[in-house]
């Protein structure tokens, strides 16, 4: 069989349904993050720590579902201990005023090394990780059965209908409140808006918050709605991906939310074509796929992004 008769089967009865099912899946830690990131950015905070949050949301997440036998549980631990340690992004690139690109990189490393330490200290290192129940998949009568619909989109669990859900959500918070409307005044001209009486500080602290809440919930989404199960490298880059989403939506809850379904199509595809293909292609090839479309996006909106004015510029109050 050759390559193209496997990409042909691929889009085929069965198989496409299922793809089409695991694309939505696979997006929906993209979309949870990214929206998180629309907040953080908009408020001209460039986090690029998301990844290590992510991972942080993963283990936290998971450990709470495990000890406590509660995946809820394992949700809230996993959206508090990412809003945690974006107390320390807050601290050190709002009130210190380092630099925002330093200190998350830096952030991401340091979180690594501490993730993978606690789970090596709890877990041990053995080869089988511990498994804990996840979020099983929702059944709607007749809806469910629909074909080709019925599987794609009304048997997913709890968490992928939340994760869109949060797409209208936010964008009426981003653009129809009050607090939204502080958060782009704060990216825009921070020192128009403290004139005017908004506090900048407590509103980038606020947005980087919200941003570790949603990344953690994204990492949580990971091994309690996916996997059921953490290792060091669940995350596996979608962090970055989450970042390169807000600027491919240009701040946009829906045009992210197309981008995010877009990579979890390009990523449900390689998968499965690892699979299948074997030996005949290389899945190193296959894993590099979503990335080098993630090159490819942003080097096609580089010119036309736009973005916060005062992005990834401390705010100093005279």
Not at 75 to 95: D, E, K
Not at 186 to 193: I, K, Q, T, Y
Request: net charge positive; proline share 4%.
């Amino acid at each position: 069989m050759t390559f193209w008769h496997l990409i042909l089967q691929l889009f085929q009865g069965a198989l496409f349904i299922g793809l089409l099912a695991a694309t939505i899946r696979m997006a929906t830690p993209l979309v949870i993050a990214g929206l998180g990131q629309i907040f953080t950015q908009l408020a001209g905070v460039l986090d690029l720590s998301v990844e290590g949050v992510m991972l942080v949301g993963a283990f936290f997440g998971f450990a709470g579902a495990y000890f406590m036998g509660n995946v809820w549980i394992g949700v809230l631990t996993g959206m508090a201990s990412g809003a945690i340690v974006s107390l320390l992004l807050s601290f050190l690139s709002v009130t210190l005023r380092a630099n925002q690109t330093i200190v998350s990189i830096m952030l991401v490393i340091m979180l690594t090394g501490v993730v993978n330490f606690a789970n090596k200290l709890i877990f041990g290192v053995g080869y089988i990780p511990p498994k804990t129940a996840g979020f099983a998949a929702l059944h709607f009568p007749l809806l469910s059965d629909l074909p080709v619909v019925g599987p794609v989109l009304f048997q997913q669990n709890l968490l992928v209908y939340i994760g869109f859900l949060l797409v209208p959500i936010v964008s009426i918070i981003i653009y129809r409140t009050t607090f939204g409307l502080k958060i782009r005044a704060v990216g825009e001209h921070p020192r128009a808006a403290d004139s005017v009486g908004i506090n900048v500080y407590r509103t980038q602290y606020l947005a980087i918050m919200i941003g570790g809440l949603f990344a953690g919930l994204g990492g949580a989404f990971l091994t309690l709605a996916w996997t059921g199960l953490f290792t060091d490298i669940i995350t596996a880059g979608r962090g970055w991906l989450a970042i390169a989403l807000v600027f491919f939506g240009k701040w946009n809850p829906y045009r992210l939310a197309a981008g995010a379904l877009l990579f979890g199509f390009v990523n449900a595809v390689q998968l499965r074509m690892q699979a299948m293909a074997g030996q005949m292609v290389a899945f190193q090839l296959m894993l590099m796929l979503p990335y080098l479309l993630a090159i490819v996006v942003l080097i096609m909106v580089a010119r036309k992004a736009g973005g916060p004015a005062n992005l990834c510029v401390p705010y100093k109050r005279e």
